[in-house]
């Protein structure tokens, strides 16, 4: 299972070549998280509670008669291993998590947010590539351009998701692969980790930041993921 960062959608997982690299392996399953793509989208912040967010991805794996799976989650979807972790951690065989910790989210980084989304996404994409210099792609462009910012909002102002979620470590002795760049702000966070927890790793990219290990460099990103999925597949 793969699972978008905020303000994603399923289909970056093609555009970004993850779906190329994987399928000939593995049977993928995508979904766009509640708030994003072409999945619901409520504008009250209780609809944001991790709860509901673990049971909608249970709720896919169910519809889909699997009882247990890889993830690979990128920035929220990396929290969301976390939070699965919490709450359903025998359904997964291990988890990949991007760009990530389980640690509390900086209040200063919730209101950035509220900021931004009250600009709006064009103001926002120009935003992200003018700090970056990542050029969106048409379709990037268009799928960050189709987001609910009402929404998304409500998702910024939910408590739980931003909360510390270091309760869910002590049930993640599956395999867990940890992957970010060294000048992402959650890099301190994700280093952790490793040493936490009795069967994970750590893959990091210097020089780095998020959106360029999220978006702009999968192919540095893919070849561990494989090599990881390989490994545990074996074992």
């Not at 926002?124 to 799928?143: V, Y």
Request: hydrophobic share 40%.
């Amino acid at each position: 299972m793969l699972l978008h960062g905020f303000l994603g959608y399923l289909e970056e997982w093609h555009e970004l070549g993850y779906v190329d690299s994987l399928k000939k392996d593995f049977k993928l399953i995508l979904m766009d998280m509640r708030g994003h793509g072409g999945s619901d989208k409520p504008h009250d912040p209780e609809a944001y509670k991790l709860k509901l967010l673990v049971a909608d991805v249970i709720a896919v794996m169910d519809a889909l008669n699997i009882s247990k799976t890889h993830f690979l989650g990128y920035s929220l979807g990396g929290r969301m291993a976390f939070a699965l972790a919490k709450y359903a951690p025998e359904r997964f065989h291990s988890f990949i998590i991007g760009g990530q910790g389980p640690y509390a989210r900086p209040r200063a980084r919730v209101r950035w947010w509220l900021q931004h989304l009250k600009k709006g996404m064009g103001a926002h994409i120009e935003t992200l590539e003018k700090e970056t210099g990542i050029k969106m792609t048409p379709q990037m462009r268009a799928g960050l351009l189709a987001n609910d910012t009402e929404a998304l909002t409500a998702f910024v102002l939910a408590s739980e998701w931003r909360a510390s979620l270091e309760d869910a470590l002590p049930n993640m002795t599956m395999p867990c692969l940890f992957y970010v760049g060294e000048a992402d702000e959650c890099y301190a966070g994700a280093r952790k980790c490793p040493n936490l927890l009795p069967n994970a790793e750590l893959v990091s990219f210097p020089g780095l930041g998020h959106l360029e290990v999220g978006v702009s460099q999968s192919h540095l990103v893919l070849p561990h993921i494989t090599k990881f999925l390989e490994k545990v597949d074996r074992t």
